[in-house]
């Protein structure tokens, strides 16, 4: 497979490659290739689909694995296990337009949805909940929701400087 490429192959647009995994993982709206999960999911949705039972080449095979598992770029990677610079990225750009293709013909099917991004519980939720779990336990304590302002702290502290008591130690 290491010969000259004809013509070069150029990889899908990272809009594009970002819906893919959202096909199978559910990501945040502001995703990118600079987020430290993006080759982990590209490789986990590589394996989800036994595209590595497709690859006869143990070249490319090598190649494709070196890409989706170091933080290396694609010309490093080429270099390192080619000797060449554009090799090594042609064999990822096809894998990558390969799968990319076979993937959006299953969403095109109606095989693969988008799997909705839950966002993470804020700190004042959580905060509730565990207000309503000690209520309703019956545990005589209250986690204020917001914390209380220097201000106030302060006034607090000079008013209660004077008689300590056992909140104020």
Not at 19 to 46: D, E, G, Q
Not at 133 to 142: A, E, M
Not at 144 to 165: A, S, Y
């Amino acid at each position: 497979m290491l010969n000259n490429p004809n013509p070069p192959i150029k990889a899908p647009k990272e809009k594009l490659i970002i819906f893919c995994i959202s096909l199978y993982h559910s990501i945040p709206p502001v995703f990118s290739r600079n987020n430290f999960l993006f080759k982990s999911l590209l490789k986990s949705m590589f394996d989800t689909r036994n595209y590595w039972k497709k690859l006869k080449d143990k070249k490319e095979k090598e190649i494709l694995t070196a890409f989706l598992t170091t933080k290396e770029t694609k010309v490093k990677i080429s270099e390192k296990l080619t000797g060449r610079s554009y090799w090594g990225v042609y064999i990822i750009n096809k894998h990558l337009q390969i799968i990319h293709d076979e993937i959006m013909e299953d969403y095109k099917n109606g095989l693969l949805t988008v799997k909705p991004y839950k966002k993470p519980p804020t700190k004042t939720e959580i905060t509730k909940k565990l207000n309503e779990y000690y209520t309703k336990n019956g545990i005589n304590k209250k986690i204020p929701l917001r914390k209380k302002n220097t201000e106030t702290l302060v006034n607090e502290w000079k008013k209660n400087r004077n008689n300590p008591t056992k909140d104020t130690l």
